[in-house]
Nanobody, 120 residues
């Protein structure tokens, strides 16, 4: 079982990035997927999640209106489009099947994380 997060990088404030979470070894259609982030010296926080069928989503207040989550179950991939990035969005971003507002899954797996750095 693997969750592979990718797409992070260095971007200037106001810029955009799209993160991808590729799932392997399980059927992602049976799982809601969440994105969490952890900034240096801070606790991990939930950012967004999407239901297993993609018909509902949740966003933290800090990213609402700027981030958009989507999924392509044919490609076994969940995306996080991040626009109008701010320096405070700098963090390592993780995708996961951990319990979120979008559902409680049978199993919990975490991806390895991808670093997003937003310069001012």
């Amino acid at each position: 079982v693997q969750l592979q997060a990718s797409g992070g990088g260095l971007v200037q404030a106001g810029g955009s990035l799209r993160l991808s979470c590729a799932a392997a070894g399980f059927n992602p259609e049976d799982y809601s997927i969440g994105w969490f982030r952890q900034a240096p010296g801070k606790e991990r926080e939930g950012v967004s999640c999407i239901s297993s069928r993609g018909d509902s989503a949740y966003y933290a207040d800090s990213v609402k209106g700027r981030f958009a989550i989507s999924r392509d179950n044919f490609k076994n991939t969940v995306y996080l489009q991040m626009n109008s990035l701010k320096p405070e969005d700098t963090a390592v971003y993780y995708c996961t099947t951990a319990p979120t507002a979008c559902g409680i899954n049978r199993r919990t797996w975490w991806g390895q994380g991808t670093l997003v750095t937003v310069s001012s």
